[in-house]
């Protein structure tokens, strides 16, 4: 009875869009929805959406759009100006990962990135799919070393030098053992000194590595 008694709405709205491509408007502004029935326009800039349905679900659905196109508008300041929030880069990467080691990530490709004194924002010169593309390559790595290495500075270390040098998470561990950044214990790997400073060690090492394999194969 108390379904029978819910009004059927229909409302209107309509929001400036960033110019990006179109598919990733439709696709972002589509999944938040949550009403039985919508329909989405893009226009000249502006998306045109008509939602059918009760008035909890076209106040959930207005409230989730809103956030769908302010995150595109985030996404769009990373392409433009090379600063974006972390939540937006994690949206975008489909994982949460540690902004820090994404930061010196970029640093190790070659890019200039900063994290904010609140954790919130990055800056950088890289391009916008690189920074999304090195936050999900992060977070696969840590996901990998859950179980194998004891504290999230020790799995920041792995996880940029692995993802900022293009090196596999096994090699980077061995080099930091044999270099005594890393310790094996019963409890699993743990790191021995300050994490930003072990990278800078471990980093030269690897490209050291990277360079003599480079110059074997031309010989």
């Known amino acids: 009875m108390g379904l029978a008694r819910q009004v059927v709405r229909r409302k209107l709205y309509s929001v400036r869009l960033p ?3 179109m598919e990733k408007l439709y696709e972002r502004l589509a999944s938040a929805v949550r009403s039985p029935y919508a329909e989405v ?31 595109l508008w985030e996404l769009y300041r990373l392409q433009q100006s090379g600063e974006a929030s972390v939540e937006t880069i994690a949206r975008e990467a489909g994982r949460t990962f540690p ?16 994290l904010s004194e609140d954790k919130s924002t990055i800056s950088t010169n890289a391009p916008a799919d690189v920074v999304v593309e090195m936050a999900r390559g ?8 859950r179980f194998r290495i004891r ?20 090699t980077v561990i061995e080099y930091a053992k044999r270099m005594r ?19 800078r060690k471990l980093s030269v090492m690897l490209k050291a590595s990277q360079q003599g394999a480079g110059s074997a194969g031309e010989l």
């Open 138 to 145: 992060i977070a696969e790595v840590v996901d990998e070393l």
């Open 41 to 71: 326009r893009i226009e000249s800039g502006k998306a045109y959406i008509e939602i059918v349905g009760t008035a909890a679900q076209i106040r959930e659905s207005w409230a989730r759009l809103k956030e769908a196109v302010a995150s």
């Open 181 to 199: 950044i890393l310790e094996e214990t019963e409890e699993g790997l743990v790191l021995r000194e300050e994490w930003r400073r072990a990278l």
């Open 151 to 170: 504290g999230t500075a020790a799995k920041r270390l792995v996880a940029a030098a692995a993802v900022g040098l293009g090196v596999d998470s096994e």
């Open 99 to 114: 902004p820090e080691a994404l930061v010196e990530a970029l640093r190790l490709r070659g890019y200039e990135a900063r």
């Open 19 to 21: 110019p990006l491509p």
